[in-house]
C-alpha cells in the first residue's frame, strides 16, 4: 500500500505541475467543469455522461503527454531543431484531433438535449476539420523547411 501511495503522490505531483504551467489545460479543465456540471444540471443519460467523460479525458491525457515530449524535446535539444519542431507540432495535433473529437460529441450531446438539434450537426463539425486538414495540406500548411 505504501508503494501505491507513493505513485499516486508523482502523479497528483505531475497534474499540478501540467495544470500550474500549460496555459491550454487550465482551459481544458475549465471547459471539462462546465461540461460535467452541464451534464449533471441535464439530468443527462448514462451513455451521454460515459460519452462527455471519454472526450475531457482524451484531451486532458493528450495534454499532458503533449507537455511531456515538449519538456522531453527541449531537454535532449535545447537548440533549434527542426525535427524537434516536427514532433512537437505532431504532439500539438494529436491534442487538436482530441478537441475536435471533444466538439463533436459536445454538439451531438448538448446541442440534442438543449436545442433539439439532430446529431447529423456533430457529423458537419467533423467533416469540416477534415476538410481543413486536406485544404491546408494541400496549400502546404504542413512545411518544416523554414
Not at 462527455?52 to 484531451?59: G, H, K, R
Not at 440534442?112 to 447529423?120: M, V, Y
Amino acid at each position: 500500500m505504501r508503494k501505491f501511495s507513493k505513485s499516486l503522490s508523482y502523479a497528483i505531483k505531475g497534474l499540478f505541475e501540467v495544470f500550474r504551467t500549460q496555459r491550454n489545460f487550465k482551459i481544458q479543465s475549465t471547459f471539462a467543469i462546465i461540461a460535467l456540471t452541464l451534464s449533471f444540471v441535464l439530468n443527462l443519460e448514462e451513455s451521454q455522461i460515459l460519452w462527455i467523460t471519454l472526450a475531457i479525458s482524451m484531451v486532458l491525457i493528450l495534454e499532458t503527454i503533449n507537455t511531456l515530449v515538449e519538456k522531453l524535446m527541449d531537454l535532449l535539444h535545447p537548440n533549434y531543431n527542426p525535427i524537434v519542431g516536427i514532433i512537437k507540432d505532431l504532439g500539438a495535433a494529436a491534442v487538436l484531433i482530441a478537441a475536435t473529437f471533444s466538439i463533436v460529441v459536445a454538439v451531438v450531446v448538448f446541442g440534442g438535449r438543449i436545442f433539439n438539434w439532430p446529431p447529423k450537426y456533430g457529423i458537419i463539425i467533423g467533416i469540416a476539420f477534415i476538410l481543413f486538414i486536406i485544404i491546408g495540406s494541400v496549400k502546404g500548411g504542413g512545411n518544416h523547411d523554414r
